[in-house]
Protein backbone atom coordinates (compact mmCIF):
# COMPACT_ATOMS: atom_id res chain seq x y z
CA UNK A 1 0.00 0.00 0.00
CA UNK A 2 2.73 2.17 0.68
CA UNK A 3 4.41 1.68 -2.19
CA UNK A 4 1.22 2.48 -4.58
CA UNK A 5 1.46 5.84 -2.72
CA UNK A 6 4.90 6.83 -3.08
CA UNK A 7 4.78 5.76 -6.79
CA UNK A 8 1.39 7.64 -7.26
CA UNK A 9 3.32 10.76 -5.93
CA UNK A 10 6.38 10.27 -8.22
CA UNK A 11 4.17 10.31 -10.72
CA UNK A 12 2.09 13.41 -9.88
CA UNK A 13 5.38 14.81 -9.32
CA UNK A 14 7.00 14.15 -12.58
CA UNK A 15 3.75 15.53 -14.39
CA UNK A 16 3.68 19.07 -12.15
CA UNK A 17 7.52 19.13 -13.86
CA UNK A 18 6.35 19.17 -17.31
CA UNK A 19 7.66 15.26 -17.67
CA UNK A 20 5.91 14.03 -20.39
CA UNK A 21 5.59 10.52 -18.49
CA UNK A 22 4.85 8.27 -21.51
CA UNK A 23 6.87 10.58 -24.49
CA UNK A 24 8.31 8.43 -26.65
CA UNK A 25 11.30 9.48 -29.45
CA UNK A 26 10.62 9.41 -32.74
CA UNK A 27 13.70 8.40 -34.89
CA UNK A 28 12.63 11.11 -37.63
CA UNK A 29 11.38 14.09 -35.39
CA UNK A 30 14.47 15.87 -34.77
CA UNK A 31 13.96 18.11 -31.98
CA UNK A 32 14.45 20.88 -34.54
CA UNK A 33 11.62 20.41 -36.01
CA UNK A 34 9.08 22.94 -36.12
CA UNK A 35 6.42 20.87 -34.31
CA UNK A 36 8.38 18.51 -32.35
CA UNK A 37 6.73 20.28 -28.83
CA UNK A 38 3.36 19.94 -29.77
CA UNK A 39 3.77 16.31 -31.11
CA UNK A 40 5.89 15.05 -27.87
CA UNK A 41 2.68 17.10 -25.81
CA UNK A 42 0.10 14.84 -27.00
CA UNK A 43 2.68 11.53 -27.04
CA UNK A 44 3.54 12.88 -23.38
CA UNK A 45 -0.44 12.67 -23.26
CA UNK A 46 -0.89 9.47 -25.17
CA UNK A 47 -3.05 10.53 -27.88
CA UNK A 48 -0.40 10.17 -30.02
CA UNK A 49 2.07 7.22 -31.04
CA UNK A 50 4.51 6.06 -33.95
CA UNK A 51 4.79 3.62 -36.31
CA UNK A 52 6.29 0.31 -35.93
CA UNK A 53 9.23 1.30 -37.16
CA UNK A 54 9.88 4.36 -34.48
CA UNK A 55 8.91 6.41 -37.24
CA UNK A 56 6.32 9.83 -36.33
CA UNK A 57 6.20 10.61 -40.12
CA UNK A 58 4.95 14.12 -39.76
CA UNK A 59 4.72 15.18 -43.12
CA UNK A 60 2.22 11.90 -44.08
CA UNK A 61 -1.44 13.57 -44.41
CA UNK A 62 -3.52 12.95 -41.23
CA UNK A 63 -6.31 10.16 -41.58
CA UNK A 64 -9.99 11.17 -40.12
CA UNK A 65 -9.13 8.05 -37.69
CA UNK A 66 -6.10 9.13 -36.87
CA UNK A 67 -6.93 12.69 -36.12
CA UNK A 68 -9.61 12.14 -33.62
CA UNK A 69 -6.77 9.81 -31.83
CA UNK A 70 -4.82 12.64 -31.56
CA UNK A 71 -7.25 14.93 -30.23
CA UNK A 72 -8.76 12.54 -27.80
CA UNK A 73 -12.26 11.38 -26.69
CA UNK A 74 -15.59 13.26 -26.90
CA UNK A 75 -17.42 13.25 -23.36
CA UNK A 76 -20.24 11.98 -25.58
CA UNK A 77 -20.23 8.76 -27.76
CA UNK A 78 -22.64 8.53 -31.25
CA UNK A 79 -25.73 6.16 -30.55
CA UNK A 80 -25.87 4.82 -34.28
CA UNK A 81 -23.58 2.54 -36.78
CA UNK A 82 -21.60 3.60 -39.61
CA UNK A 83 -21.59 1.31 -42.80
CA UNK A 84 -18.11 1.71 -43.67
CA UNK A 85 -16.71 1.01 -39.81
CA UNK A 86 -16.78 -2.38 -38.34
CA UNK A 87 -15.70 -2.66 -34.54
CA UNK A 88 -12.55 -3.93 -36.07
CA UNK A 89 -11.01 -0.99 -37.19
CA UNK A 90 -8.55 0.04 -34.91
CA UNK A 91 -10.12 3.28 -34.78
CA UNK A 92 -13.55 2.29 -33.86
CA UNK A 93 -13.48 3.96 -30.29
CA UNK A 94 -12.19 6.98 -30.92
CA UNK A 95 -14.50 7.90 -33.91
CA UNK A 96 -17.55 6.97 -32.02
CA UNK A 97 -16.26 8.95 -29.40
CA UNK A 98 -15.38 11.92 -31.85
CA UNK A 99 -18.33 13.90 -32.52
CA UNK A 100 -16.99 13.57 -36.05
CA UNK A 101 -19.48 14.28 -38.38
CA UNK A 102 -20.97 11.63 -40.88
CA UNK A 103 -21.86 11.83 -44.40
CA UNK A 104 -24.96 9.82 -44.20
CA UNK A 105 -24.76 6.76 -43.05
CA UNK A 106 -20.27 7.18 -43.61
CA UNK A 107 -17.26 8.47 -41.36
CA UNK A 108 -14.66 7.47 -44.06
CA UNK A 109 -12.45 6.82 -41.10
CA UNK A 110 -9.67 6.42 -43.58
CA UNK A 111 -10.25 9.33 -45.80
CA UNK A 112 -7.66 12.44 -45.47
CA UNK A 113 -9.08 14.50 -42.83
CA UNK A 114 -10.13 18.44 -44.17
CA UNK A 115 -9.27 21.87 -42.47
CA UNK A 116 -12.61 22.31 -42.53
CA UNK A 117 -13.35 18.60 -40.58
CA UNK A 118 -10.86 20.50 -37.78
CA UNK A 119 -12.72 23.60 -37.81
CA UNK A 120 -16.33 22.18 -37.87
CA UNK A 121 -15.02 19.67 -34.79
CA UNK A 122 -13.32 22.03 -32.84
CA UNK A 123 -16.46 24.31 -33.12
CA UNK A 124 -18.88 21.33 -32.49
CA UNK A 125 -16.37 20.15 -29.38
CA UNK A 126 -16.91 24.14 -27.68
CA UNK A 127 -20.55 24.37 -28.06
CA UNK A 128 -21.66 25.09 -31.40
CA UNK A 129 -22.02 28.43 -30.87
CA UNK A 130 -23.81 30.71 -33.35
CA UNK A 131 -21.05 32.64 -34.93
CA UNK A 132 -21.85 35.32 -37.88
CA UNK A 133 -18.50 37.86 -36.50
CA UNK A 134 -16.74 37.34 -39.90
CA UNK A 135 -17.27 38.67 -43.11
CA UNK A 136 -19.28 36.57 -45.14
CA UNK A 137 -16.47 36.23 -47.87
CA UNK A 138 -14.64 34.22 -45.12
CA UNK A 139 -17.21 32.08 -43.80
CA UNK A 140 -18.59 31.41 -47.25
CA UNK A 141 -15.27 29.60 -47.68
CA UNK A 142 -16.15 26.86 -45.10
CA UNK A 143 -18.73 23.50 -44.83
CA UNK A 144 -19.98 25.06 -41.51
CA UNK A 145 -20.54 29.12 -41.91
CA UNK A 146 -20.86 29.50 -38.15
CA UNK A 147 -17.87 27.07 -36.89
CA UNK A 148 -15.55 29.26 -39.79
CA UNK A 149 -16.52 32.62 -38.91
CA UNK A 150 -16.30 31.34 -35.45
CA UNK A 151 -12.42 29.52 -36.54
CA UNK A 152 -12.01 33.26 -38.01
CA UNK A 153 -12.68 35.60 -35.37
CA UNK A 154 -11.16 33.34 -32.34
CA UNK A 155 -8.06 33.40 -34.63
CA UNK A 156 -7.88 29.63 -34.74
CA UNK A 157 -7.95 29.65 -38.54
CA UNK A 158 -6.87 32.94 -40.47
CA UNK A 159 -4.78 31.07 -42.98
CA UNK A 160 -1.31 33.04 -44.20
CA UNK A 161 -2.62 36.09 -45.70
CA UNK A 162 -5.70 36.38 -43.55
CA UNK A 163 -8.15 35.90 -46.34
CA UNK A 164 -7.42 32.51 -48.13
CA UNK A 165 -7.91 29.75 -45.63
CA UNK A 166 -7.76 26.77 -47.78
CA UNK A 167 -10.09 24.71 -45.52
CA UNK A 168 -10.62 22.04 -48.24
CA UNK A 169 -6.70 20.79 -48.15
CA UNK A 170 -5.55 18.26 -45.77
CA UNK A 171 -3.76 18.40 -42.97
CA UNK A 172 -0.10 16.84 -41.90
CA UNK A 173 0.40 14.74 -38.86
CA UNK A 174 2.42 17.65 -37.58
CA UNK A 175 0.15 20.58 -38.57
CA UNK A 176 -2.52 18.52 -36.84
CA UNK A 177 -0.38 18.35 -33.78
CA UNK A 178 0.20 21.79 -33.97
CA UNK A 179 -3.62 22.39 -34.29
CA UNK A 180 -4.89 20.62 -31.45
CA UNK A 181 -2.12 21.98 -29.00
CA UNK A 182 -2.39 25.82 -30.29
CA UNK A 183 -6.59 25.23 -30.39
CA UNK A 184 -6.55 25.02 -26.12
CA UNK A 185 -4.40 28.12 -25.74
CA UNK A 186 -6.38 29.90 -28.04
CA UNK A 187 -9.99 29.19 -26.95
CA UNK A 188 -8.67 29.70 -23.28
CA UNK A 189 -8.13 33.54 -24.17
CA UNK A 190 -11.16 34.03 -25.76
CA UNK A 191 -9.99 36.71 -27.80
CA UNK A 192 -11.47 38.03 -30.54
CA UNK A 193 -10.06 39.10 -33.86
CA UNK A 194 -11.13 41.31 -36.87
CA UNK A 195 -10.90 41.16 -40.57
CA UNK A 196 -8.80 44.44 -40.90
CA UNK A 197 -6.64 43.65 -38.61
CA UNK A 198 -6.29 39.88 -40.00
CA UNK A 199 -5.89 40.14 -43.55
CA UNK A 200 -2.96 40.59 -45.16
CA UNK A 201 -1.56 44.13 -46.07
CA UNK A 202 0.10 43.21 -49.35
CA UNK A 203 -3.66 41.71 -50.09
CA UNK A 204 -4.91 45.05 -49.43
CA UNK A 205 -2.54 47.26 -51.45
CA UNK A 206 -2.82 45.34 -54.82
CA UNK A 207 -6.19 44.93 -54.22
CA UNK A 208 -6.70 48.66 -54.12
CA UNK A 209 -4.21 49.46 -56.49
CA UNK A 210 -5.95 47.13 -58.98
CA UNK A 211 -8.98 49.20 -58.55
CA UNK A 212 -7.22 52.49 -58.44
CA UNK A 213 -3.77 51.63 -60.33
CA UNK A 214 -1.37 54.72 -59.74
CA UNK A 215 -2.92 56.05 -56.50
CA UNK A 216 -0.53 55.94 -53.39
CA UNK A 217 -1.44 53.48 -50.76
CA UNK A 218 -0.98 53.90 -47.12
CA UNK A 219 -3.03 51.97 -44.52
CA UNK A 220 -3.31 54.72 -42.20
CA UNK A 221 -3.96 57.70 -44.53
CA UNK A 222 -7.58 58.95 -44.19
CA UNK A 223 -9.71 60.20 -46.95
CA UNK A 224 -11.71 63.57 -47.62
CA UNK A 225 -14.79 63.59 -49.05
CA UNK A 226 -13.76 65.07 -52.18
CA UNK A 227 -11.40 62.44 -52.57
CA UNK A 228 -13.54 59.78 -51.75
CA UNK A 229 -16.12 61.08 -54.27
CA UNK A 230 -13.17 60.79 -57.30
CA UNK A 231 -12.78 57.32 -56.16
CA UNK A 232 -16.44 56.19 -56.34
CA UNK A 233 -16.27 58.05 -59.53
CA UNK A 234 -13.57 56.33 -61.09
CA UNK A 235 -14.36 53.22 -59.65
CA UNK A 236 -17.94 53.28 -61.06
CA UNK A 237 -16.71 54.38 -64.95
CA UNK A 238 -14.69 50.70 -65.04
CA UNK A 239 -11.29 52.03 -66.15
CA UNK A 240 -12.77 54.49 -68.69
CA UNK A 241 -12.94 58.60 -68.89
CA UNK A 242 -15.26 59.33 -66.07
CA UNK A 243 -18.72 60.77 -67.53
CA UNK A 244 -20.60 63.28 -65.69
CA UNK A 245 -24.84 63.72 -66.73
CA UNK A 246 -24.78 66.91 -67.58
CA UNK A 247 -28.75 66.87 -67.04
CA UNK A 248 -28.01 66.31 -63.51
CA UNK A 249 -25.08 69.21 -63.08
CA UNK A 250 -26.30 72.62 -62.90
CA UNK A 251 -23.01 74.15 -63.39
CA UNK A 252 -23.88 77.86 -61.57
CA UNK A 253 -24.09 75.92 -58.61
CA UNK A 254 -20.52 74.30 -58.62
CA UNK A 255 -17.54 76.03 -56.50
CA UNK A 256 -14.37 76.25 -57.47
CA UNK A 257 -12.65 72.92 -56.19
CA UNK A 258 -10.67 69.49 -57.78
CA UNK A 259 -13.22 67.32 -56.82
CA UNK A 260 -16.30 69.58 -57.00
CA UNK A 261 -18.40 67.62 -59.79
CA UNK A 262 -17.44 64.43 -58.26
CA UNK A 263 -18.78 65.71 -54.48
CA UNK A 264 -21.80 67.07 -56.24
CA UNK A 265 -23.19 64.04 -58.08
CA UNK A 266 -22.12 61.85 -54.79
CA UNK A 267 -24.15 64.19 -52.69
CA UNK A 268 -27.33 63.99 -54.48
CA UNK A 269 -27.30 60.47 -55.82
CA UNK A 270 -26.48 58.95 -52.20
CA UNK A 271 -25.51 61.07 -48.64
CA UNK A 272 -27.55 63.99 -49.19
CA UNK A 273 -27.46 67.51 -51.60
CA UNK A 274 -26.03 68.81 -47.74
CA UNK A 275 -23.10 67.31 -48.08
CA UNK A 276 -22.40 69.49 -51.36
CA UNK A 277 -20.72 72.40 -49.37
CA UNK A 278 -16.86 73.77 -49.21
CA UNK A 279 -16.60 72.77 -46.07
CA UNK A 280 -17.44 69.16 -46.27
CA UNK A 281 -15.39 68.62 -49.01
CA UNK A 282 -12.20 68.50 -47.49
CA UNK A 283 -13.26 67.03 -44.07
CA UNK A 284 -12.46 63.70 -43.77
CA UNK A 285 -15.33 60.64 -44.57
CA UNK A 286 -16.27 57.94 -42.28
CA UNK A 287 -16.67 54.76 -42.89
CA UNK A 288 -20.87 55.03 -43.46
CA UNK A 289 -19.78 56.92 -45.99
CA UNK A 290 -17.53 55.35 -47.75
CA UNK A 291 -18.80 51.92 -47.71
CA UNK A 292 -22.29 53.62 -48.86
CA UNK A 293 -20.07 55.57 -52.09
CA UNK A 294 -18.39 52.17 -52.82
CA UNK A 295 -21.15 50.06 -53.40
CA UNK A 296 -23.00 52.79 -55.30
CA UNK A 297 -19.94 53.01 -57.44
CA UNK A 298 -20.30 49.25 -58.13
CA UNK A 299 -23.49 49.74 -59.21
CA UNK A 300 -22.57 52.52 -61.30
CA UNK A 301 -19.93 50.19 -62.79
CA UNK A 302 -22.73 48.19 -64.68
CA UNK A 303 -20.83 45.04 -65.71
CA UNK A 304 -23.02 43.09 -63.60
CA UNK A 305 -26.65 43.99 -62.12
CA UNK A 306 -26.43 44.37 -58.72
CA UNK A 307 -29.48 43.38 -56.77
CA UNK A 308 -29.45 45.98 -53.88
CA UNK A 309 -32.16 44.02 -52.18
CA UNK A 310 -34.19 45.91 -49.54
CA UNK A 311 -34.62 48.57 -47.66
CA UNK A 312 -33.92 49.73 -44.25
CA UNK A 313 -31.51 46.13 -43.16
CA UNK A 314 -28.47 48.08 -42.70
CA UNK A 315 -26.27 48.40 -40.02
CA UNK A 316 -26.88 48.76 -36.27
CA UNK A 317 -24.87 51.79 -35.98
CA UNK A 318 -25.83 53.74 -39.56
CA UNK A 319 -28.26 55.42 -37.75
CA UNK A 320 -28.73 57.99 -40.27
CA UNK A 321 -28.47 55.68 -43.24
CA UNK A 322 -32.11 57.64 -44.44
CA UNK A 323 -30.33 60.40 -46.40
CA UNK A 324 -31.54 58.89 -49.74
CA UNK A 325 -33.00 55.79 -51.34
CA UNK A 326 -29.91 54.90 -52.14
CA UNK A 327 -27.91 55.36 -49.46
CA UNK A 328 -30.06 53.20 -47.49
CA UNK A 329 -30.41 50.48 -50.06
CA UNK A 330 -26.23 50.63 -50.73
CA UNK A 331 -25.61 50.00 -47.02
CA UNK A 332 -28.56 47.50 -46.60
CA UNK A 333 -26.79 45.18 -49.81
CA UNK A 334 -23.57 45.65 -47.99
CA UNK A 335 -24.81 44.68 -44.23
CA UNK A 336 -27.13 41.78 -45.94
CA UNK A 337 -24.17 40.47 -48.05
CA UNK A 338 -21.79 40.11 -44.54
CA UNK A 339 -19.42 42.86 -45.57
CA UNK A 340 -17.12 43.96 -42.17
CA UNK A 341 -14.43 45.28 -40.84
CA UNK A 342 -14.32 44.09 -37.35
CA UNK A 343 -16.50 41.31 -35.42
CA UNK A 344 -20.07 41.96 -34.89
CA UNK A 345 -23.30 43.57 -36.01
CA UNK A 346 -21.83 46.96 -35.82
CA UNK A 347 -19.93 48.95 -39.43
CA UNK A 348 -18.04 51.34 -37.01
CA UNK A 349 -20.06 54.18 -39.43
CA UNK A 350 -18.45 57.12 -37.80
CA UNK A 351 -15.21 56.32 -37.69
CA UNK A 352 -12.71 58.39 -40.25
CA UNK A 353 -12.43 55.66 -42.80
CA UNK A 354 -8.25 55.20 -43.52
CA UNK A 355 -7.18 53.47 -46.91
CA UNK A 356 -6.48 50.32 -45.31
CA UNK A 357 -10.33 50.35 -44.29
CA UNK A 358 -11.19 51.40 -47.98
CA UNK A 359 -8.97 48.58 -49.28
CA UNK A 360 -10.77 45.78 -46.72
CA UNK A 361 -14.02 46.78 -48.25
CA UNK A 362 -12.68 46.42 -51.59
CA UNK A 363 -11.65 42.78 -50.98
CA UNK A 364 -15.38 41.63 -49.96
CA UNK A 365 -16.68 43.79 -52.88
CA UNK A 366 -15.08 42.30 -55.23
CA UNK A 367 -15.44 38.63 -54.08
CA UNK A 368 -19.85 39.60 -53.23
CA UNK A 369 -19.75 40.91 -57.36
CA UNK A 370 -16.24 41.60 -59.13
CA UNK A 371 -14.24 44.55 -59.64
CA UNK A 372 -12.49 43.80 -63.04
CA UNK A 373 -14.33 44.10 -66.12
CA UNK A 374 -14.96 40.87 -69.04
CA UNK A 375 -16.85 41.27 -72.34
CA UNK A 376 -18.85 38.29 -73.91
CA UNK A 377 -20.00 39.73 -76.88
CA UNK A 378 -21.05 43.48 -76.34
CA UNK A 379 -21.92 42.49 -72.59
CA UNK A 380 -19.81 43.95 -70.08
CA UNK A 381 -19.36 42.25 -66.74
CA UNK A 382 -17.78 41.93 -63.19
CA UNK A 383 -15.37 39.46 -62.96
CA UNK A 384 -13.18 39.13 -59.83
CA UNK A 385 -9.69 39.47 -58.52
CA UNK A 386 -7.40 36.61 -57.63
CA UNK A 387 -6.74 37.25 -54.36
CA UNK A 388 -3.90 34.29 -53.54
CA UNK A 389 -1.26 36.23 -53.84
CA UNK A 390 1.20 33.14 -53.49
CA UNK A 391 0.62 31.73 -56.98
CA UNK A 392 0.80 36.06 -58.50
CA UNK A 393 2.80 35.65 -61.17
CA UNK A 394 6.50 37.45 -61.25
CA UNK A 395 5.62 40.20 -63.55
CA UNK A 396 2.55 40.63 -61.90
CA UNK A 397 3.14 44.40 -61.62
CA UNK A 398 3.14 44.80 -65.01
CA UNK A 399 -0.45 44.27 -65.24
CA UNK A 400 -3.62 46.31 -64.19
CA UNK A 401 -4.71 43.53 -62.03
CA UNK A 402 -4.76 39.28 -61.88
CA UNK A 403 -7.80 37.96 -62.85
CA UNK A 404 -9.22 34.84 -60.81
CA UNK A 405 -9.17 32.11 -63.21
CA UNK A 406 -6.30 33.04 -65.34
CA UNK A 407 -3.70 30.63 -65.10
CA UNK A 408 0.43 32.25 -64.39
CA UNK A 409 1.33 30.88 -67.65
CA UNK A 410 -1.08 33.74 -69.63
CA UNK A 411 0.80 36.52 -67.50
CA UNK A 412 4.14 34.96 -68.92
CA UNK A 413 3.29 35.34 -72.78
CA UNK A 414 4.45 38.65 -72.29
CA UNK A 415 7.97 38.60 -73.52
CA UNK A 416 9.09 42.31 -73.92
CA UNK A 417 9.45 45.11 -71.13
CA UNK A 418 5.88 46.46 -72.30
CA UNK A 419 3.27 46.93 -69.36
CA UNK A 420 -0.50 46.33 -69.69
CA UNK A 421 -1.50 48.51 -67.31
CA UNK A 422 -0.61 51.70 -69.15
CA UNK A 423 -2.55 49.83 -71.85
CA UNK A 424 -5.64 49.36 -69.67
CA UNK A 425 -7.80 52.04 -70.43
CA UNK A 426 -7.30 52.46 -74.26
CA UNK A 427 -7.96 48.27 -74.54
CA UNK A 428 -11.41 49.07 -72.32
CA UNK A 429 -12.16 51.78 -74.30
CA UNK A 430 -11.91 50.34 -77.63
CA UNK A 431 -13.01 46.91 -76.16
CA UNK A 432 -16.11 47.05 -79.17
CA UNK A 433 -13.49 46.80 -81.69
CA UNK A 434 -12.21 43.22 -80.04
CA UNK A 435 -15.41 41.47 -79.59
CA UNK A 436 -16.66 42.58 -82.82
CA UNK A 437 -13.50 40.69 -84.39
CA UNK A 438 -14.45 37.57 -81.72
CA UNK A 439 -18.06 37.69 -82.78
CA UNK A 440 -16.57 37.38 -86.39
CA UNK A 441 -14.14 34.61 -85.67
CA UNK A 442 -17.41 32.66 -83.35
CA UNK A 443 -19.25 32.51 -86.80
CA UNK A 444 -16.64 31.70 -88.86
CA UNK A 445 -16.02 28.45 -86.32
CA UNK A 446 -19.74 27.47 -86.18
CA UNK A 447 -20.39 28.25 -90.36
CA UNK A 448 -17.11 26.48 -91.53
CA UNK A 449 -15.92 23.85 -88.24
CA UNK A 450 -19.49 23.60 -86.69
CA UNK A 451 -17.87 24.09 -83.42
CA UNK A 452 -19.43 26.46 -80.51
CA UNK A 453 -16.82 28.52 -78.60
CA UNK A 454 -17.71 31.13 -76.54
CA UNK A 455 -15.01 34.43 -76.01
CA UNK A 456 -14.25 36.28 -73.22
CA UNK A 457 -12.27 39.25 -73.57
CA UNK A 458 -10.22 40.95 -70.36
CA UNK A 459 -8.92 44.36 -71.65
CA UNK A 460 -6.01 44.16 -68.89
CA UNK A 461 -4.79 41.33 -70.86
CA UNK A 462 -4.53 43.43 -73.77
CA UNK A 463 -1.05 45.05 -74.70
CA UNK A 464 1.51 46.07 -77.12
CA UNK A 465 4.63 43.95 -77.91
CA UNK A 466 6.88 44.61 -80.92
CA UNK A 467 4.92 46.79 -81.90
CA UNK A 468 1.65 44.85 -82.31
CA UNK A 469 -1.48 44.52 -80.52
CA UNK A 470 -1.84 41.19 -78.13
CA UNK A 471 -5.32 40.39 -76.96
CA UNK A 472 -5.70 37.27 -74.40
CA UNK A 473 -9.08 35.67 -74.16
CA UNK A 474 -10.71 32.87 -72.34
CA UNK A 475 -12.56 30.39 -74.54
CA UNK A 476 -14.97 27.62 -73.65
CA UNK A 477 -16.47 24.83 -75.84
CA UNK A 478 -19.52 24.57 -75.43
CA UNK A 479 -19.60 21.43 -78.04
CA UNK A 480 -17.86 18.59 -78.20
CA UNK A 481 -14.27 17.83 -77.95
CA UNK A 482 -12.65 20.24 -80.25
CA UNK A 483 -9.32 19.62 -82.64
CA UNK A 484 -7.67 22.84 -81.92
CA UNK A 485 -5.51 22.77 -85.10
CA UNK A 486 -8.83 21.87 -87.40
CA UNK A 487 -10.89 24.38 -85.61
CA UNK A 488 -8.61 27.28 -86.01
CA UNK A 489 -6.83 26.33 -88.91
CA UNK A 490 -7.58 29.82 -90.70
CA UNK A 491 -5.81 31.99 -87.82
CA UNK A 492 -3.00 29.34 -86.44
CA UNK A 493 0.64 30.16 -88.19
CA UNK A 494 1.63 27.08 -86.53
CA UNK A 495 0.20 23.88 -86.04
CA UNK A 496 -1.09 22.44 -82.62
CA UNK A 497 -2.13 18.73 -81.32
CA UNK A 498 -4.28 20.94 -78.71
CA UNK A 499 -7.62 19.98 -78.02
CA UNK A 500 -10.15 21.04 -75.97
CA UNK A 501 -12.17 19.31 -73.61
CA UNK A 502 -15.86 20.58 -73.76
CA UNK A 503 -16.88 23.38 -70.99
CA UNK A 504 -13.45 23.47 -69.85
CA UNK A 505 -11.34 27.08 -70.47
CA UNK A 506 -8.57 27.53 -72.01
CA UNK A 507 -6.98 30.63 -73.44
CA UNK A 508 -5.85 31.84 -76.64
CA UNK A 509 -3.61 34.86 -77.46
CA UNK A 510 -4.27 36.76 -80.66
CA UNK A 511 -1.65 39.01 -82.24
CA UNK A 512 -2.66 41.94 -84.73
CA UNK A 513 -1.06 41.58 -88.07
CA UNK A 514 0.33 45.52 -87.40
CA UNK A 515 -0.84 47.81 -84.67
CA UNK A 516 -4.72 48.18 -84.31
CA UNK A 517 -5.00 51.88 -85.88
CA UNK A 518 -9.09 51.25 -86.62
CA UNK A 519 -12.34 50.92 -84.90
CA UNK A 520 -12.48 47.59 -87.07
CA UNK A 521 -10.04 44.73 -86.65
CA UNK A 522 -11.25 42.51 -89.80
CA UNK A 523 -11.49 38.31 -88.69
CA UNK A 524 -7.89 38.16 -91.20
CA UNK A 525 -6.64 41.05 -89.09
CA UNK A 526 -5.09 38.67 -86.45
CA UNK A 527 -3.69 35.58 -85.69
CA UNK A 528 -3.15 33.07 -83.06
CA UNK A 529 0.34 33.07 -80.98
CA UNK A 530 0.21 31.13 -78.43
CA UNK A 531 -2.84 28.34 -76.97
CA UNK A 532 -3.06 27.74 -73.46
CA UNK A 533 -4.60 24.71 -71.54
CA UNK A 534 -4.29 25.21 -67.79
CA UNK A 535 -3.56 21.75 -66.19
Not at 15 to 34: K, M, Q, R, T, Y
Not at 51 to 61: A, H, N, R
Not at 284 to 303: C, E, F, I, K
Not at 309 to 314: H, R
Amino acid sequence: MKKSVSMLICFILLVSLGINVHAEEFNDLPESHWAYQDIMTLAGEGTVNGYEDGSFQPSKTVTRAEFVKMIGKWDRAYEGTFSDLSQTHWGYEYIMWSGLEPEGNYIYPDREMLRSDVINLIWKRNGSPENNDAPYAISKQGTNRDATSWGYTIGLVQGDDGFNLRLDKALTRAEAATLIVRSRTIIAENKQYHFKNVVSENLLAQTFHSVFPGETYDKNATITYGELARAVMTLGAGGKPIYYDSSSLDTHDLFEHEYAKDLYVLANKVWGSEYYSQEKIDQNANLQDSLSGLVYGLVRRGGKTVNLGKLDAFYEDCVDAKSTTMENLCLSYAAAGGVKLTAGARLGAEQEATLGDIAALLVQLDEAAGLELGYIGDAMYNVKLNKDLSVYPANYADYASVIEGVPVSVYNLKQEATKPAEYYTKANQCAFVYTAFLGEVKNILKSEQNVNVSFTFYPSLTYEENGKTVFIVKCTATSDTVDLNSAFSKFLKEKTDLKAVPNKDFFVAFETYQPLMDVYLPSTGAFIKSIIIPD
